[in-house]
C-alpha cells in the first residue's frame, strides 16, 4: 500500500524490493555452497556458478543492477579459476563499461548510479570503517558493510527522492540477513514447484 510504501522509504529498506546484485550475492553464495559439498574443481565450480548466475540474471531480465553483479561475480570467478589476484575496483569498473557500450543512456539512471555508487562504498569504505571499529569480525562485517553501502548512496538519495535516511543505517543491519533468507526460501519454492509441485 502506499502507506507501506512510505515506511520502507522512511527506513531506508525500500531497495530490498528491487532485485539488485545483492540478491544475485545470496545466489552466489548458495552455488558456490552446492559446489563445495559436491566436492567440484576449480573448473567445473567456475561452468556451475557462472550458468546459475546468468541464468539468474536472465530470469531478472538482465536489470543493471543484477547485470553490475553478475559481472563482478564472473570476473572474480575467472580469477579463481586461473589463480590470479582479483581487484573488486577493476571488475566494477569493468561492468560500468560493460553495461554502458550496450546502452550509454544507463549512465543517467537512478538504479544504474545507486547501484555502483553503493559497490564503490563497499569496495572504498567498508575496510577503513572496519579498521575503527573494535568488534568481533563477524558482526564487524555485518555492520561495515551496509554501513559503507548507505553513506555512499547519501548525495544521490538526497538528489532523487529529497530525503537523507539516518535510520537506514542501522536497518540494514536487521533487514538484510532476512532478505537473505527470504531469496532462499523463494529459491528453494521455485525448485521445489518444478520438482514436486504438491509440495
Excluded at 110 to 126: E, K, M, N, R
Amino acid at each position: 500500500t502506499p502507506e507501506d510504501r512510505d515506511i520502507y522509504q522512511k527506513t531506508g529498506v525500500m531497495h530490498l524490493f528491487a532485485v539488485s546484485g545483492l540478491h544475485l550475492g545470496f545466489v552466489f553464495i548458495a552455488l558456490m555452497a552446492a559446489a563445495s559439498f559436491l566436492g567440484l574443481k576449480r573448473p567445473p565450480t567456475f561452468i556451475l556458478v557462472t550458468v546459475g548466475l546468468w541464468g539468474y540474471a536472465a530470469l531478472i531480465d538482465f536489470t543493471p543492477p543484477v547485470t553490475r553483479a553478475a559481472v563482478m561475480a564472473t570476473v572474480g570467478l575467472a580469477a579463481y579459476l586461473w589463480q590470479q589476484r582479483q581487484s573488486a575496483a577493476n571488475s566494477l569498473a569493468l561492468a560500468a563499461l560493460v553495461l554502458l557500450l550496450f546502452n550509454p543512456a544507463l549512465l543517467f539512471d537512478p538504479g544504474f548510479q545507486l547501484s555502483f555508487v553503493a559497490t564503490w562504498g563497499i569496495i572504498y569504505l567498508a575496510v577503513p570503517l572496519n579498521r575503527h571499529l573494535p568488534l568481533p569480525a563477524g558482526f564487524r562485517e555485518a555492520l561495515t558493510v551496509p554501513t559503507a553501502a548507505q553513506l555512499a548512496i547519501l548525495p544521490l538519495t538526497a538528489f532523487y527522492f529529497n530525503r537523507v535516511v539516518v535510520l537506514g543505517l542501522f536497518a540494514n543491519i536487521l533487514v538484510v540477513p532476512l532478505a537473505g533468507l527470504m531469496v532462499y526460501l523463494g529459491l528453494a519454492g521455485m525448485l521445489l514447484a518444478l520438482a514436486a509441485p504438491g509440495i
